[in-house]
Structures are given as C-alpha cells and as structure tokens.
C-alpha cells in the first residue's frame, strides 16, 4: 500500500486520484512527514497541480519519488546527486542520469558508461535504465524532482530543493556511512554541508560532454566505491 500526496492531505489506500498523485514509501514518509506539512510543500504542490494540468511535466507524477521508493532509507549505500529530471519524452523516471528501457543513451550516461567500463575492464550495458543500481542501495537523487517538457531548470527554486535538501540532511545525520559522488558544480555545492568525518565524499566534474574531460573521465569512482564499500563489511555495487 503507498502513501500518496493528494493536493494538502495525505491518504492510505492502494491509489490515491487527483490531478497530481505522488505515491511515497512509507519508509521515508514517516522521516519526511514534516517538510510536508510545511506552507512551502503546500505552495509547491498548488503549483505542480497547475503545471501537470497545463504543461506536458516530466517524469509521470506516480514516478516522482522513484528514488525514494526503490531504496530504503537505512538500505542506501551510495547517493549521486543530478540536477533535474530530462525534459523529453520516455525518458524521466525518476533516478537522475537514468532513463527509461529502450531509450537512446544521453550524453551524460553514455560518459558514465565509458568512465565503468574505463574502470573495471567490463563492457557497459547499453541499456540506460539504472533501476538494477537503485535495487543495490544507490540513491539516484536528483536535486529538483519534475520539470517542463523541453524547459531544463523550469521547476527549479519552486520548493523541491528544500525536500532534497533534508533527505541529503537526514543521511548526512545517519550513523551508518554512506558514500556521496558529487559530480559537477550544483552536486558539489549541495553536498558542501555532508560530515566528512563519517562519511565519504568523492567529488568531480560532471559527466556531461562539456566537461566530463575536465576530471569525469579518470575519476576512478566507481571502483573506489566498492572499495570503501568493502572496507565497510558491505556488499560491492554491480555497475
């Protein structure tokens, strides 16, 4: 059973109808409750009413917290921060970098394929789909969580970041290390508040083409994840 978001009440039941519908495990509903009750939560869902009523908005309203639903807060590992969902069709659904099965590989991934198969001596896979990543504890998180078809950033300082910002604020407050992989300058300044002396912080540019050569390609992240991860007594990510 999920737990939706419906306009400013919260319902129990197996779907949730309204113009926006939201589901969220309970798992992390319970640690978010409160940023939900807030006055900018509320301006923020009166807004995307309006936007999913009138605009063609990625991802689909049900795959919004994707991220969230795909891991537990005390089984994620790994977070990597993206920026905001991609703004054509079949492509968001909710995990930053990723895009949905069949769907031609967009410059950002394509880089992070090289940069593994870079690393690890294994051919990448072409599908872009990195549900398999979410299921091994990798909270693929981006930063602003919909957005307008065709319009990069159109959702951006419209209250998401505040919800993002206190998910990345309650794994920072967990015991248990995680691993972060701030790629390129908004993941970096995100992350600049994350306790260095429990957990690990591995930073670079970002994979796009612009400026995966600037210090993406070469990184050596993704091996030394599952080296941290193994020194952690934790079981390795398959990439």
């Known amino acids: 059973i999920a737990q939706c978001l419906v306009g400013s009440e919260m319902c129990i039941r197996d779907r949730c109808y309204n113009i926006v519908m939201f589901p969220i495990a309970k798992n992390w ?23 999913y009523a009138t605009y063609k908005i990625y991802p689909k309203a049900e795959n919004v917290f994707n991220a969230l639903n795909l891991v537990k807060f005390e089984d994620v590992k790994v977070v990597i921060i993206g920026q ?6 079949g492509q968001a659904h909710g995990l930053c970098f990723s895009v949905e099965d069949g769907v031609k590989l967009p410059p950002s991934l394509v880089n992070i394929y090289k940069e593994i198969e870079a690393e690890t001596g294994k051919k990448s896979q072409t599908n872009g789909n ?17 957005v307008r078809e065709s319009q990069p950033n159109s959702h951006k300082n419209k209250g998401w970041e505040k919800i993002t910002g206190k998910i990345i604020d ?26 260095r002396s429990r957990h690990y912080v591995l930073s670079c540019a970002h994979p796009s083409p612009l400026s995966a050569f600037n210090g993406f390609f ?22």
């Open 29 to 51: 509903f319970e640690l978010l409750k409160d940023e939900f009750e807030t006055s900018e939560f509320k301006s923020l869902q009166k807004f995307l009413n309006e936007e």
């Open 130 to 146: 990195l549900t398999k990543w979410a299921k091994q504890g990798v909270l693929l998180l981006n930063s602003v969580l919909t």
């Open 170 to 195: 309650l794994l920072n407050k967990r015991e248990d290390p995680v691993i972060f992989l701030l790629w390129g300058a908004n993941a970096q300044e995100i992350g600049k508040g994350i306790d």
């Open 218 to 239: 070469g990184c050596g992240h993704f091996t030394k994840v599952n080296s941290i991860l193994k020194e952690l007594g934790k079981s390795e990510i398959v990439w």
């Open 84 to 89: 905001d969902p991609y703004h054509q069709p």
